[in-house]
């Protein structure tokens, strides 16, 4: 328990001394097909909680299994869908293109704050002219001021 805190801690910071256990504890995720998302006493969602650690730490094991846990059906809930997106979107890792293109997906173009946060991660990996580009083109163009200035942003990059 101890190493799995100290892990995630190290992985936060964008250590990645700490991979392999999050890697193992996401795999015990996976193995158990706990998907669910729930706060513990402190108010926290381990689930979440490992999202992060494995995204900040920017390892290519942790990229493969937040990968996993995105296409298992972990990513059920708007917390975890940040870790992920973040998280991936900051690796700028052209690995972790199928997640987040899963995750755009799944929203089914329905214009969201967290649509366009698939499609910026998208964009910071590589993805140029495809998946990203329409939704950025949208939202760019579109009413709501700080949503159309980070597509525009993106867009210009």
Not at 1 to 26: E, K, Q
Not at 34 to 41: A, G, T, Y
Not at 145 to 157: I, T, V
Request: net charge positive.
């Amino acid at each position: 328990h101890d190493r799995l805190a100290y892990a995630h801690v190290l992985g936060i910071l964008g250590d990645a001394t700490g991979v392999p256990a999050l890697v193992s504890a996401a795999n015990a995720i996976l193995k158990t097909g706990d998907l669910k998302h729930r706060k513990e006493s402190d108010g926290m969602d381990r689930g979440t909680q490992l999202m992060w650690a494995l995204g900040r730490s920017r390892a290519p094991a942790a990229i493969d299994a937040l990968a996993a846990l995105t296409e298992a059906g972990a990513v059920n809930s708007g917390g975890r869908f940040r870790a992920v997106a973040v998280s991936l979107g900051a690796t700028g890792s052209r690995a972790a293109i199928p997640a987040l293109q899963k995750l755009l997906r799944d929203q089914n173009g329905n214009g969201s704050a967290n649509e366009l946060m698939a499609a910026c991660a998208l964009r910071q990996c590589g993805d140029r002219g495809t998946d990203a580009e329409p939704v950025l083109e949208r939202a760019a163009t579109g009413t709501n001021g700080p949503l159309a200035r980070l597509a525009q942003s993106m867009l210009g990059e």
